[in-house]
């Protein structure tokens, strides 16, 4: 079963505008990571938060890690059309390096 | 540098039918895996290798097989196909360190279709 649960499951914004997405799970982590997904294409790694870390930068990206909440955010600022696709939480919280995906936000941003 | 190559991209079976899915990844990565995406599902792994010579149960292995062949290799088998078994299949391999703080990579899917 999915451990982790993105929020909103779809959002649609302006270019330039800040978009927003979280995630929560379950059960404790070694450490959350965000995946991105063009078109059903393969996913690619965007940025890993371990869980004593609060909070990361990556550009325009920013990660929250809240453990006692059990949840994430992700923010791209300044977004760009180029940023419309499927972004993806995954938790690595068992053994043997095994990820749990999230179901995924599907974002549009809008020329 | 080709990163995680799956082959093939797409393919259409007939229920009953078999078929191998390849991986190979040029990253001298210890961990490889395999899953399947359907719609409004995410990502469901299916089994995976720790590291070679070892392979386990993911989340949703029944009605495949898996081979772990040499250390760049991975590749998943339908023994049987059936239609609930239609997705889009991805493998993807990771470094295996102490810390377990490592990404995964991806290949671009195979697209499998059964009739």
């Known amino acids: 079963s999915q451990q982790g649960e993105e929020d909103p499951q779809a959002l649609s914004i302006q270019e330039g505008e800040n978009a927003t997405m979280n995630c929560s799970y379950k059960?404790?982590?070694?450490?959350l990571q965000w995946y991105r997904q063009n078109s059903g294409r393969g996913f690619v790694h965007l940025i890993l938060i371990r869980s004593n870390e609060r909070e990361k930068h990556s550009g325009r990206l920013r990660v929250t890690l809240d453990t006692s909440k059990k949840s994430s955010s992700l923010l791209i600022t300044a977004s760009r059309a180029a940023d419309t696709a499927s972004y993806f939480c995954?938790?690595?919280?068992?053994?043997?390096?095994?990820?749990?995906f999230g179901k995924g936000t599907l974002l549009t941003v809008n020329p | 540098n080709a990163g995680v190559t799956q082959t093939p991209k797409f393919q259409v079976l007939k229920t009953g039918q078999s078929m191998t899915l390849q991986c190979a990844q040029d990253m001298n990565h210890n961990s490889m895996y395999w899953y399947r995406q359907d719609p409004g599902m995410g990502l469901r792994l299916i089994y995976y290798s720790a590291s070679e010579g070892t392979t386990d149960k993911g989340e949703v292995p029944n009605g495949y097989n898996v081979s772990r062949l040499n250390k760049r290799e991975f590749s998943l088998r339908l023994e049987s196909a059936a239609p609930s078994q239609t997705s889009v299949y991805f493998c993807?391999?990771?470094?295996?360190?102490?810390?377990?703080?490592?990404?995964?990579?991806f290949g671009d899917g195979t697209r499998l279709s059964i009739l």
């Open positions: 059960t404790s982590i070694n450490n």
């Open positions: 993807a391999s990771s470094e295996r360190d102490r810390s377990r703080n490592q990404p995964q990579h």
């Open positions: 995954a938790t690595d919280g068992g053994s043997n390096y095994k990820l749990t």
